[in-house]
């Protein structure tokens, strides 16, 4: 049985229950009794489609010939790492299961531009000379690939996160080139769904300064923002609202986790004011609770778990432990760890691209993507991103 296969076989049970509730009365309801309102079923979804490149050596840089170095080095990378080509692995492995709304991390978009030495009080700095031009622009390359494999898909909620446009010098990857980096998260609604529902109420937040990563790029401090958004989402007359994040990854402390518990934090504070259910999708970079054991012997990064335990403390569960009890931390359930090079075997090791869900829901079945050998490129062989995705197939429960 494929993926395919097992994904919706789990879910055909339901399918009668949600049909009764789908036309308003249920048997044996009296006339004038309180009329349920209907369930809705919906597939969901998380992926996070690396950036190309890891841009931490960037921040090492001493001076200005170390900093051309690192820079091309990274660049480099995002050319290497192909994403046209991982693209159309993840608009195969997207459009083979459908899902209704799909959050994604790391969109990135590249551009060039040319740059000069310009004189400066500081002295000689880098600077661009000329317009920027987009040469990998994540986003539209992933749409145009989804309307490649006959399943379109539309942007309904854009997050602009970290962008190297907010430093006060060009970055050269080159004598005569510089590079510009802009990290995106997106929610995305299929197409075709856009019949039979609306999406309303679209907002983007990024996470306050004081929430957020500072790093040092010759002398200049640099913060590196994230942020979420939120789109409200109707169909047969009930709302839920799906939020999309991206946690910080790094910080200071043993579990670089400092960060990441504030912007949990601050997320959750956000959560409380929605009049809708809430469906919450991101890369996290904080490892389940219940997981915090389950290897032997334990594992310290295993203890990494502020920020989902934030997320339950808000009333949410996960999706997977719910659909999965007997082996809710096993490697079927990994979506992060894969090494950056996306060519060697399968790295992952643990849990962080999580979809939870508040208590008006169920959850009827989860599933990872992106983690067979199957679903490596052709012709390089890229693992299709550094990440697995996590989908999940959801019930907003009837009610009378």
Not at 263 to 282: F, I, K, M, R
């Given at each position: 049985m494929n993926r395919t296969q097992r994904w919706r076989v789990a879910v055909g049970g339901v399918s009668a229950a949600v049909l009764v509730a789908g036309f308003g009365v249920a048997p044996g309801v009296a006339n004038g009794a309180p009329r349920p309102v209907s369930a809705v079923t919906m597939d969901v979804g998380i992926y996070n489609v690396y950036l190309g490149a890891d841009l931490n050596p960037l921040f090492g840089a001493s001076s200005l010939p170390d900093l051309i170095s690192r820079a091309s080095a990274i660049y480099a990378e995002v050319e290497r790492t192909d994403f046209p080509q991982r693209a159309e692995a993840i608009a195969e492995l997207v459009a083979d299961d459908a899902p209704v709304v799909l959050g994604l991390n790391e969109v990135a978009l590249w551009e060039t531009?040319?740059?000069?030495?310009?004189?400066?009080?500081?002295?000689?700095?880098?600077?661009a000379t000329g317009p920027y031009t987009p040469t990998f622009d994540f986003e539209q390359i992933l749409l145009d690939a989804l309307a490649a494999e006959g399943e379109p898909y539309t942007v309904v909620a854009t997050n602009s996160n970290f962008t190297s446009a907010t430093i006060p010098i060009a970055i050269p990857i080159s004598p005569t080139l510089a590079a510009r980096f802009t990290d995106h998260d997106l929610i995305l609604v299929r197409d075709d769904a856009l019949k039979h529902l609306t999406v309303s109420n679209a907002r983007s937040f990024n996470y306050t300064d004081e929430s957020s990563f500072s790093?040092?790029?010759?002398?200049?401090?640099?913060?590196?923002?994230?942020?979420?958004?939120?789109?409200d989402i109707t169909q047969r007359g009930r709302t839920f609202r799906f939020v999309n994040t991206h946690f910080e990854a790094f910080g200071t402390t043993p579990l670089q986790d400092e960060w990441r518990n504030l912007?949990?934090?601050?997320?959750?504070?956000?959560?409380?004011?929605?009049?809708?259910?809430?469906?919450?999708?991101?890369d996290i970079n904080a490892r389940p609770t219940l997981c915090q054991d389950f290897r032997q012997p334990p594992q310290f990064?295993?203890?990494?778990?502020?920020?989902?335990?934030?997320?339950?403390?808000?009333?949410?569960?996960?999706?997977?432990?719910?659909?999965?009890?007997?082996?809710?931390?096993?490697?079927?359930?990994?979506?992060?760890?894969?090494?950056d090079s996306l060519l060697a075997p399968s790295t992952l090791d643990h849990r962080i691209d999580v979809v939870f869900i508040s208590e008006e829901f169920s959850a009827l079945q989860a599933e990872t993507i992106g983690e067979e050998p199957d679903d490596r490129t052709d012709p390089d062989g890229?693992?299709?991103?550094?990440?697995?995705?996590?989908?999940?197939?959801?019930?907003?429960?009837a009610r009378t």
């Open positions: 531009a040319p740059w000069a030495l310009v004189q400066t009080p500081s002295g000689p700095l880098p600077v790093v040092n790029l010759l002398g200049l401090d640099v913060l590196v923002k994230r942020g979420w958004s939120t789109v912007q949990a934090a601050e997320l959750v504070a956000d959560l409380e004011t929605s009049p809708h259910p809430l469906v919450v999708v991101g990064r295993d203890q990494n778990v502020v920020a989902y335990g934030l997320l339950e403390d808000a009333g949410l569960q996960e999706v997977w432990p719910l659909v999965y009890e007997r082996d809710p931390c096993g490697p079927a359930s990994w979506t992060s760890g894969q090494d890229f693992w299709p991103s550094d990440h697995a995705g996590s989908l999940a197939k959801i019930r907003l429960d």
